[in-house]
């Protein structure tokens, strides 16, 4: 039961993905844009067959409900015709090639190195206390570290949206 | 039986009566709409079509169904079609987790019993966005765009401030699953989280307004403006799930408020704060939970007519610069409370 959920949600990840960035029926941003929600309820899915229900819930909360939503807002704000008419450049491929391969390598180089799972028992706890406490405790560092980088971000945002600056 | 279809077959019982009795809340909601508008402004509203004119849902579904579904030669079609189906899905999945009841038998009254339940709740609420969005960009004008635009503008906003009201509720009561929020709140009525955490309250009761797009914070349809907004080009059947979807999702939002707020099923009188033992008490605490949330869905439609709409920079300003900063201290000062009183 498990395995064939795993596979499903796993089918329809890779699906929905292809769909975002090669759709042959449309090159409209916003069908993109809801193909990526798919994709990433998906995931969402194979979170819960993980039984990281906390996961699961914040993927969707976070990426569906409101990073999509904003993506879907500056897009619908954009002129959207220039886009679709717009072709592949040989420079846009070669770019993006290069930058998935890089990642692709790093995740590949990762799991070389990193061992099996441990064979747990999964239970169907969300665990959001035993996941506190990993934050505050063993992964205190890197937790305040990204919380910095966000703050990084988001003062980026606002000096960029400050019309006159001086 | 095996344990697995057993399961099964009882959540089946469980999804259909919970969605037979979501649909005929929804059907009637719209009803008191017009009574309490009516008797409000000094008027008779609906009592042609049976008693006190207790048919007319009937009578409104019949005619949805069978005007004329008029689809204009300009709008984008699949998402002209996805959207009004999109706007009734999320109010739908919510009540999957509400604890309705506590048992009968042995069969727990909620469909889902999420140990990150209100999460969860968040993370599909956050969703209903896209259906109006969607119906926006889909009727491909411009009143019906600006008032998707709106509306994931508005949404957003007091998504924030929603979720953040809620925490000081699981900080004081120390888990995300609703089962136990309800058990939090049992013994006396001032266990009730309304008192506890009136601040939460207040933000919440407010966000929910938006959230489900009523007066006074119906921005995306206000009609003086956007000439209806985002159903502008929606005709028949398509027109009237926009609107069983905006009351399914007060429905949710009231039941999501009882039980994180007002003790869920629970009476603090004659033992009814306890699971139940025997089948009428199960009963009765479901007629209790179902009181409860009509009491405050019948709130909500009141205030729909007492109250004028805000100027759209006015909600802005009131989501971002007022509650989302007093939802913060309201954190803050909850789990420092928390951390002298405990220690």
Redesign the interface.
Known sequence: MQDILFYIFAYLALQFGFLVVANPFSRNPVTSAMFLVLTIASLAGLFVLLHAFFLAAVQVLVYAGAVMVLFLFVIMLLDLRAEERERLRTFEVVAGLISAGAILFIFLATLVHSPPGIQQSPTAEGGTIALGRLLFSHYLLPFEIVSVLLLVAMVGVVLLSKKNLK | MTPFSQFAIFSAIKIICVFAVTMFIVAYAVWVERKVSAAIQDRHGPNRVGPFGLLQPAADAVKAFLKEDFTPAHVRKV?YWLAPAIVMIPSLLTIAIIPFGSQLGHQKMVIAD???GV??T??????G??GI??AG?AANSKYP?LG??RS??Q??SY?IAMGMSVIPVFLLVG???LSQVISYQTGSIFHWLIFKCPLSFIIFLVAMFAETNRLPFDLPESEQELAGGYNVEYSSIKFALFFMGEYAAVTAASAMLVTLFLGGWTLPIAGLDRPAATLGVGILQILIFLAKMLVVEFMVIWIRWMWPRFRYDQLMDLGWRRFIPLALANIVVTALVLCLVVK
């Open positions: 998402y999420l140990n990150v999460l969860y968040f993370g599909i609420v956050s969703l966005v896209y969005v969607l960009y765009f998707g635009i994931s503008a949404l957003i998504e888990g995300l699953n």
